[in-house]
């Protein structure tokens, strides 16, 4: 039992940083991008190379793909409630131009954070043991893949002790993919 709860410590005292956070909305109503890219500041648009205006804020520090369905991805906030606050803003810019918008079904779709373990991994061992879940091509790519099931997620997990986790949709399931993985990189750590 004490073992879990130095477990449970140590986990604390690594923890996993969110550095983007990608979030989707739906206005609810069909825009005219060239309208859009027109009449505000910090956006392009560029219809033979993407089907979608680009539009960048300041604070929070945040892109936005706006499509002509009325749906927004909102991409590079630090946190949820970032992401919130820049897809309503978003929508409010929308909306001073004159389209009637409704603000709904906001969803946060892939939250992206690291962690460093400090300690390195014998990345050749974990690949034999874990090949259903991993994939490790150094030749290719420095990290290893690795494809949890639960929570469902990809981790890209390198030599050094370095973990950079993609597809969570909560802090909770970043949480519990790093209570899971942990163990099983502590075995594999080298000496």
């Keep these: 039992m004490s073992q879990y709860i130095g477990l449970r410590y140590r986990l604390r005292q690594i923890g ?3 550095n ?9 109503t069909k825009l005219n991008l060239t ?13 033979s190379r993407f089907h979608g205006v680009v539009m960048r804020l300041r604070e929070p520090r945040t ?14 906030s630090r946190n949820e409630p970032d992401a919130l ?34 300690f390195p991994i014998k990345l050749e ?8 879940f991993s994939s490790y091509e ?25 973990i950079v ?4 949709k909560s802090r909770q399931e970043l949480k519990d993919a790093l209570d899971n993985i942990y163990p099983i990189l502590r075995s594999f750590k080298k000496n």
């Design 35 to 47: 309208t859009i890219n027109a009449r505000t500041r910090n956006s392009e648009y560029n219809p």
């Design 165 to 168: 986790f993609t597809g969570g």
């Design 85 to 118: 606050l820049a897809a309503k803003k978003f929508a409010k810019i929308i909306q001073k131009l004159g389209f009637n918008v409704q603000f709904a079904n906001f969803k946060i779709q892939n939250l992206v954070a690291t962690c460093d373990l400090r």
């Design 16 to 18: 996993a940083y969110v």
């Design 138 to 162: 150094p030749e290719l790519f420095p990290g290893l893949v690795y494809r949890m099931l639960k929570p469902r997620m990809a981790l890209l997990i390198f030599v050094n002790g370095k």
């Design 20 to 28: 983007n956070c990608v979030a989707t909305v739906d206005l609810h």
């Design 63 to 76: 892109t936005a793909l706006i499509f002509q369905s009325g749906k927004i991805v909102c991409t590079g």
């Design 125 to 132: 061992n974990l690949n034999m043991m874990h090949g259903q």
